[in-house]
């Protein structure tokens, strides 16, 4: 995903010479009504299999197959995020742009793993970006629209803090203005690093 790279290559210039911004991954495996895709796959694939054709498989005693299989492609979504570590390795801060999984099938993941990084005392940013799909980040969606009654499907920046997981930083984005900068936070001695969203997607887009 080009916004991670991008994410990342901002941060480093910033953060302290002791911490390191790492771009991360994992797989999520996909059904086949899903409809999402990974925004890059990489992927060795035959000619026979790139038309839906199956391979002209033969047996051990050159007989052809006699039943002509249901090609069907299981695409797998990798799943890409920033963490800001210290030179023992320890995580500091964690970068995540939501993806359509995060608010769909693995929503439940998702939200197990940045509730597992909030208990520990990590910094989390969450950039979402996507219209539709159900509320996901840190905050509760009847505390965001206490403040934001009016928001319908514009994107939102949450920051939760590690000496005080359960406030919330948040930037409301309204997907048709400017996108905020946004501050990044480190330990507690260390100065915040901006994040200047908008510059990022022009260089995506």
């Not at 299981?74 to 999984?101: C, F, K, M």
């Not at 996901?136 to 803090?161: K, M, N, W």
């Not at 946004?182 to 915040?192: G, W």
Request: hydrophobic share 40%; aromatic share 4%.
């Amino acid at each position: 995903m080009a916004r991670i790279s991008f994410v990342r290559e901002a941060l480093s210039t910033s953060l302290p010479d002791d911490l390191t911004a790492r771009a991360e991954e994992g797989i999520a495996v996909l059904d086949r009504d899903s409809g999402y895709r990974a925004d890059v796959a990489v992927t060795e694939d035959l000619d026979a299999w790139k038309s839906g054709r199956a391979p002209n498989w033969s047996g051990a005693e050159g007989d052809s197959l006699a039943t002509t299989p249901t090609m069907i492609r299981v695409l797998a979504e990798t799943g890409r995020w920033i963490e800001i570590q210290n030179a023992n390795g320890r995580s500091i801060t964690v970068i995540e742009i939501l993806r359509p999984t995060n608010k769909g099938s693995g929503r439940k993941a998702y939200q197990k793993k940045t509730a597992d990084l909030r208990a520990a005392r990590v910094n989390l940013v969450e950039i979402n970006l996507l219209r539709g799909g159900q509320h996901t980040v840190a905050i509760s969606e009847a505390a965001y629209r206490e403040f934001h009654p009016e928001v319908g499907g514009d994107g939102l920046v949450c920051i939760s803090h590690q000496d005080d997981p359960a406030l919330h930083e948040v930037y409301h984005c309204p997907l048709r203005e400017k996108l905020p900068t946004t501050r990044v936070p480190l330990r507690l001695d260390d100065p915040a690093v901006l994040l200047d969203i908008q510059a990022l997607m022009n260089r995506c887009y």
